[in-house]
């Protein structure tokens, strides 16, 4: 049998380690000249894959699918397991797993080794334009054909590692739907004069996203405020749904260290009320809370009334962004939406439509949150079709 894969990242590696046994020729094909670039770049070089808390809540799809039934903690074992399999010590750091190493590369290289060693072949500067269905075969480029088609060729974000998303056209062709895609893992951005002054504080905070006055989803951690927005890996987590709320809106606590901001606040020693905040938050959010609060820095903390310390305590713990948008794919590590997963046996991850042609990773319409669920997932994908390769072939 001859199975062609599209894609050298990580679910189109697993895929062809896992998939070749002596009865199958496995080629894998990839468009630039190095298997696994995407890889590289992933947890700031140093490729978080895994996350202790492997639970459903954290894989997203804009169409309702049945993906929740493959997300076990037994899965999570045979991620772990596949991945120590290629001889990789790990590290496991806050419930977030790393190679030993901390080296991204140490992954990419154990996962192209070990597809060489199993006499996995690969064409790179090979872009695939034309997919074919003739009979019983694949036809690529009229190019090369083959018996099983497996398609790994993640999603249109960060295109510099050669996803631009070419191939959610190729397999709209074949038939496929695909759902509506938006950058997700992203800055968001925001409106408000004031962000030229927070532009570069970092704090730990707990942000939040409203759909007007509706809260959608809270998350703690370090906030990065810029002049266009906010970022940081809280904020990743919340950009998905600024892309489905009607009036989406960041509300940012910056006092996460107290359930009782009222008391804590009456606590606080007498002073210059901008030098008593200045102890307790970033200075420039100081300055900026107290001037949209209209009060003079100067003031006696003690001395404020009853208006001005609501105010500044409703800033402080319900600071108001309101939400124009994200940064685009280029800028995000995943996108949202994709191959509309109900089109695939989640058991096979083959196409219901077409037999013998397979989906893996980031391509379908599932986004993780971040904390290594987008690679498991890839991982995942991989090893699921590979149990369905081995018994065709
Ligand atoms: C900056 C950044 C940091 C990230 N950090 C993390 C992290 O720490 N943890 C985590 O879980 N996830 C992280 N992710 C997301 C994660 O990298 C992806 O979800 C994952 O790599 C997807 O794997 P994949 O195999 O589906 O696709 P990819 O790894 O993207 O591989 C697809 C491959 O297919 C090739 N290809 C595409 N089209 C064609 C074509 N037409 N012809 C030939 N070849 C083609 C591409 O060149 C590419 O090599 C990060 C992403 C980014 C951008």
Same mark, same amino acid.
């Given at each position: ?124 500067? #090979? ?119 009607? &009036? ?8 996460? #260290? ?49 208006? @001005? ?40 991850? @083959? ?21 290594? #669920? ?13 149990? &369905? ?5």
């Amino acid at each position: 049998m001859k199975i062609i894969i599209i894609g050298a990242g990580v679910s189109g590696l697993t895929t062809a380690i896992n998939s070749k046994t002596k009865n199958n020729e496995i080629l894998v094909l990839e468009k630039n000249s190095i298997p696994g670039k995407k890889i590289l770049v992933t947890g700031n070089g140093r490729c978080n894959f895994l996350n202790d808390d492997f639970s459903k809540e954290h894989f997203h799809s804009i169409l309702e699918n049945n993906i929740g039934s493959i997300i076990t903690e037994s899965n999570k074992d045979r991620v772990l397991n596949f991945t120590k399999s290629l001889g990789v010590e790990i590290k496991i750091k806050n419930g977030y797993y790393y190679p030993f190493t901390n080296k991204s590369s140490t992954i990419r290289d154990a996962l192209y080794e070990e597809a060489l060693n199993k006499k996995v072949e690969f064409k790179f500067d #090979y872009r695939v334009n034309d997919i074919k269905k003739d009979n019983d075969k694949f036809i690529i480029n009229n190019d090369l054909s083959c018996d099983i088609l497996i398609v790994s060729s993640g999603s249109k974000s960060y295109k510099v590692t050669g996803t631009d998303g070419d191939s959610y056209e190729l397999l709209s062709k074949l038939g496929l739907s695909i759902t509506e895609t938006y950058p997700s893992l992203v800055q968001v951005l925001g409106e408000g004069k004031f962000l030229k002054e927070l532009d570069g504080v970092r704090t730990d905070a707990i942000v939040s996203i409203y759909d007007e006055d509706k809260l959608i989803k809270e998350e703690p951690g370090e906030l990065q405020l810029t002049d266009y927005g906010v970022s940081g890996i809280c904020v990743f987590n919340l950009s998905r749904y600024v892309h489905i709320l009607n &009036r989406p809106i960041i509300r940012i606590n910056f006092m996460p #260290y107290t359930n009782e901001p009222n008391k804590y606040f009456d606590n606080l020693l007498n002073g210059k009320i901008y030098e008593v905040l200045k102890r307790i938050i970033n200075e420039k959010i100081a300055s900026v809370v107290l001037k949209l609060a209209n009060v003079n820095e100067d003031k006696l903390k003690n001395d404020l009334t009853k208006e @001005e310390k609501e105010s500044i305590l409703d800033l402080l713990t319900n600071f108001k962004i309101n939400v124009t948008g994200t940064k685009s794919f280029d800028n995000s590590q995943v996108t949202m939406g994709g191959i509309d997963v109900n089109e695939i046996d989640i058991n096979t991850f @083959e196409t219901k439509k077409i037999s013998n042609l397979f989906l893996t990773g980031e391509l379908l319409d599932v986004d993780g949150d971040c904390g290594g #669920y987008n690679i498991s997932f890839a991982i995942l994908s991989g090893l699921i079709v590979s149990d &369905r390769i081995k018994e065709l072939c």
